[in-house]
């Protein structure tokens, strides 16, 4: 039998699952303001599943949290530090089976992968 085994090791950031199709222009928008900053939260009203309540969940395997920040960020003590997951090799994953059944027909998914 052959099938798709795939594995990620690598960092993910800011996965937010939005409640409605994003714009070409509000996905430039994230994507603009870049993995260090807070622009997903001017969507709050549509942010079905948060980065925030997936950092929350359970964790089996190599899944390690880090703080990543800007380059500009680095000399302000004050900037806000964003929560990476750091995933390493093998079976590695965070469980997670919200119920997206509300926004299954119209959804957009947005994360930062490294």
Same mark, same amino acid.
């Given at each position: 039998s052959s099938?798709?085994?795939a594995e990620y090791g690598g960092q993910l950031t800011k996965?937010?699952?939005f409640g409605k199709e994003l714009s070409g222009e509000e996905v430039a &928008?994230?994507?603009?303001?870049?993995r260090c900053s807070e622009v997903e939260r001017e969507?709050?009203?549509?942010?079905? @599943?948060?980065?925030?309540s997936i950092l929350s969940q359970a964790r089996t395997g190599d899944v390690s949290?880090?703080?990543?920040?800007?380059?500009?960020?680095a000399d302000d003590d004050e900037a &806000?530090?964003?929560?990476?997951?750091q995933f390493g090799r093998g079976c590695s994953y965070v469980k997670f089976y919200p119920? @997206?059944?509300?926004?299954?027909n119209v959804l957009t998914?947005?994360?930062?992968?490294r």
């Open positions: 099938g798709i085994n996965l937010n699952i &928008e994230l994507y603009n303001g870049g969507f709050q009203g549509v942010r079905f @599943i948060t980065w925030e949290e880090a703080l990543l920040c800007s380059e500009n960020d &806000e530090q964003i929560k990476v997951l119920d @997206i059944s509300p926004i299954k998914v947005c994360a930062w992968l």
